[in-house]
């Protein structure tokens, strides 16, 4: 113990507060990116020195209680909020948002498997569905009958103008397609048919928060996050989707500037105790400073 230890204490107050900050920013930087959850930040004491153990009633003896010093604060936890977030609607087919729990399935060109809120699709020159980023959204394909192949995941397909045999015999082109609540993407025809494209599937963990978060507003999973199960938009507690429309940040702009402030004064505080502890030093061992 002494004036070293209190600038040690000063300091870890000081590297907590910065952490703060950073979370913040990056809150911040992303208040208006689709799907985004915020972060947040959990502080926890370190060990403190313990001065005495104390003392029972006895013979003699009161009793004291446990004499201890803390010695600063450590980042216990840098977990993620993931609450639902405002959705709007657009005009957009390829737009969709998740109305509870879940995320959606994507593959990029390496073949991993990546979990995203942000469903801002498009359909590629091969007719998929894509992320911004070329990264393929899955679910389960269709087969030559029209049938949904339930075997496996693949990247999900919409070939506007295609054709297939219509009522009649005659060629019936693929003109529009849309997206139901339960994940069916339903291709509308020239003959005034619709046709079943293929099914859309959603991943849910059992801990969200132990998801490793990854450019692209995507996640993966790891052993904190567990093994995704995948299922149908609207079973087992799975969220809906939304149609033509976009969830927003879920990041709370008044909340995010009230701990910048918090952060700001814990970062001084501590800052002025740092002083405080070597201006002090100073004086004990250059006193003709003074």
């Given at each position: ?8 204490t ?7 507060a910065?952490?703060?900050?950073d979370v913040?920013?990056d809150?911040?930087?992303?208040l208006q ?16 020195q ?5 003392s029972?009633v006895?013979r003699g003896s009161?009793?004291?209680?446990p ?8 980042v ?36 991993v498997r990546?979990y995203?809120?942000?469903?801002q699709?498009?359909l590629?020159?091969?007719g ?10 899955l679910?389960?394909g269709?087969d030559?009958?029209g049938?949904?192949?339930h075997s496996q ?10 054709s297939?045999?219509?009522a009649?015999?005659?060629?019936a082109?693929?003109q529009?397609?849309?997206v139901?609540r339960?994940g069916?993407i339903?291709?509308?025809?020239s ?6 494209l ?5 991943a849910?963990?059992?801990?969200p ?9 995507k996640?993966e ?5 567990g093994?995704?199960t995948?299922?149908d ?8 989707v939304v149609?033509?429309a976009?969830e927003?940040?879920?990041v709370?702009?008044?909340h995010?500037?009230i701990?910048l402030?918090l952060?700001r004064?814990m970062?001084?505080?501590n800052?002025l105790?740092?002083h405080?502890?070597?201006t002090l ?5 250059f006193?003709?400073?003074?």
């Amino acid at each position: 113990m002494g004036l070293l230890t209190v600038m040690n204490t000063a300091l870890s107050g000081m590297s907590a507060a910065t952490t703060l900050i950073d979370v913040t920013a990056d809150n911040l930087a992303n208040l208006q990116t689709p799907g985004f959850k915020a972060g947040s930040v959990h502080f926890a004491t370190l060990a403190p020195q313990t001065v005495s153990l104390g003392s029972a009633v006895g013979r003699g003896s009161a009793g004291a209680n446990p004499i201890q010093i803390g010695s600063g604060v450590q980042v216990a936890a840098a977990d993620r909020d993931f609450s639902q977030g405002p959705i709007v609607t657009s005009d957009q087919p390829g737009l969709l948002a998740l109305e509870g729990e879940g995320f959606f399935i994507v593959q990029g060109s390496d073949g991993v498997r990546r979990y995203t809120r942000d469903g801002q699709f498009r359909l590629n020159a091969d007719g998929e569905l894509v992320t911004a980023e070329g990264d393929r959204l899955l679910g389960f394909g269709v087969d030559a009958l029209g049938n949904v192949d339930h075997s496996q995941l693949v990247p999900l397909t919409v070939h506007l103008g295609s054709s297939v045999v219509g009522a009649g015999g005659s060629p019936a082109i693929l003109q529009s397609y849309a997206v139901s609540r339960d994940g069916r993407i339903v291709g509308q025809y020239s003959d005034g048919v619709s046709r079943t494209l293929g099914q859309l599937r959603l991943a849910r963990f059992a801990n969200p928060a132990g998801l490793l978060a990854r450019a692209g507003n995507k996640f993966e999973a790891t052993s904190a996050s567990g093994m995704p199960t995948d299922s149908d938009p609207g079973a087992a507690g799975t969220a809906q989707v939304v149609a033509g429309a976009s969830e927003l940040s879920n990041v709370d702009l008044g909340h995010e500037l009230i701990e910048l402030t918090l952060a700001r004064n814990m970062f001084q505080a501590n800052l002025l105790v740092f002083h405080t502890a070597d201006t002090l030093l100073g004086e004990m061992f250059f006193p003709w400073r003074r």
